[in-house]
């Protein structure tokens, strides 16, 4: 027990850290992040689509803020960590049905597929949600197949399996059945795969729709694109409702007919008479991206070889296609620059303290992630290839998206939504609470940590590969509201003080896990379902 003079000067020592962190935490500030964030979500970014040339200048410029903070390049010298990649590109020469052109972005998006084909179908075979017991016998053999692209009601929303069946046109049971064209029906967007990419599902599996003419980002094998043989898989394409309307008109039924007759029960394929054309030839090409690592070295010699990552993506969704009225630029303020411009908060923050000699006791990463956007592709090569050792690296703190309010939380208290503190560490969860509650005091909504929630929220940002890499963390995120992954996602709409007040919660947890004297514990079995 504690004597009281032990206890004071206990206490007293407790009060001069806090005062630190505080004192640190002052940093963030919402001039600075309104001054960042404005660059960072500028038109001249261009959306800043993986591989494109506007996130080549967004990374360059995160880099040249690193330098300036005083952070060190990660990677043998240089801030950037080559991410290769490989394109797949899809370039269509004719798309129609019944003798009517279709047109990308009002009438169709392209999901993926590959070869070269030239489509000449004089029918359509229907098979619902595409399911097993729906594809059942049929032959689908070289023909072309529509699905309902979106989850059946009631779909379990524990069952990773049925809830990629969408508008990507991911159903197994039809792929194996070898059709020539996969159409999957669902809300058509430029840029995106459809409404169940517009709800944020699965990012690995859900990329942004194709544009003609451009490509699907994949992780590049490592021997080039001449390793990957260009062997012909069925094409899949999102069309809308509209032109699902238009394949059923001779046949005297509605689409909405046969998916209403499809979510009540299981229907067998049907054969519709309907003419569909596609010509497309695909092209493969080595790309390349960068992830951003900058690096503070701890100051302690027994803690410095242990790593604490601070990540954000800052990538996004690029531009409309040209010939788009207003405006084409998906600048992304919110997803993610917003969480981008968090971690140069929390670098400025941890630099000033570091000049003050209160600098980090363990090394602290700040890895800016390219690819989110197309499946997580930066990070998942990070946790293959890290710059320091993936067994090294305490935990990770992971923000996307903490600029906006969503609609459940539109008149309530400063908020934030936090996923996966608990999953792995007591000990994270229980550092998280405690500087929630003794600094910054946010409504921590733990809603999406719910292994049976719809929405998978866990999987789709980078803290799942290093999670998968059992190593503890924390996802900082504020909802999926009405701009998300729209060009109204707009600098304008961001409300600043709420983006430092959550930056400031990030930081002071980082605070505590930079300078304490032990680790988080890895000591949680995880309840979330291995795969996505």
Known sequence: MLSSVA???????????????????????????????????????????TGKPGADRAAAYLAGEYKKIGLLPANKGSYFLDIPLTNTVFNFKSFAVNGRTLTYGTDYTVAGGNG??????????????????EVGSAD???????????????????????????????????????????????????????????????????????????????????????????????????????VAEQILKASGKTYEALKASAAQATVAAQTIKADVTADYETEVKDAKAVDIVAYMPGSD?????????????????????????????????????????????IARAFSAAKKAGKGPRRTLLFLGNVGEEKGLLG?????????????????????????????????????????????????LHKISESANS????????????????????????????FAKHNVPIIFYFDGVHEDYHRVSDEVSKIDFPLLVKRTQLVFYTGWDLANRDARPVVDVTNNMPATR
């Open 301 to 345: 010699p027994k803690l410095k070889d242990e790593i604490l990552v601070f990540s954000a993506h800052y990538d996004h969704i690029g531009m409309l296609p040209e010939g788009t009225p207003g405006d084409r630029i998906n600048n992304g303020a919110d997803d993610d620059g917003s969480g981008t411009t968090g971690i140069l908060e």
């Open 140 to 242: 689908l053999t070289g023909k072309v197949v529509m699905v309902i692209g979106e989850p059946k009601p009631g779909t379990p929303a524990a069952d990773p399996a049925q809830q990629r069946r969408g508008a990507m046109g991911m159903m197994s049971a039809v792929r194996s059945k070898n059709p020539a064209l996969i159409l999957s029906v669902n809300n058509v967007r430029p840029g995106m795969g459809g409404k169940i990419a517009e709800r944020m599902t699965l990012k690995r599996d859900a990329q942004p729709g194709q544009r003609p003419g451009e490509g699907a980002l994949i992780p590049n094998n490592g021997q080039g694109a001449n390793a990957r043989p260009n062997t012909p898989r069925a094409l899949s394409v999102t069309i809308s409702p509209a």
């Open 7 to 49: 206890l004071l000067a206990a206490l007293g020592a407790c009060a001069q850290k806090n005062a630190t962190a505080v004192k640190y935490a002052q940093v963030i500030s919402v001039e600075d992040a309104k001054k960042q964030l404005t660059i960072i979500a500028s038109d001249a970014m261009e959306g800043r689509e």
């Open 379 to 427: 990070s998942e090569y990070y946790s293959e290839h890290p710059v320091f050792p993936i067994t090294n690296t305490v935990a990770d703190l992971n923000i996307d998206m903490i600029g906006r309010r969503d609609p459940a939380h539109k008149d309530s208290p400063d908020y934030c939504y936090l996923i996966g503190s608990d999953k792995l560490s007591t000990t």
């Open 438 to 465: 003794t600094y910054t005091n946010l409504a921590v909504d733990y809603k999406y940590n719910d292994p049976n929630d719809p929405e998978r929220i866990y999987y789709r940002s980078d803290h799942y590969n």
């Open 116 to 133: 070269t084909q030239n489509i000449k179908g004089a029918e359509v075979v229907f098979v619902g949600y595409g399911s097993e017991a």
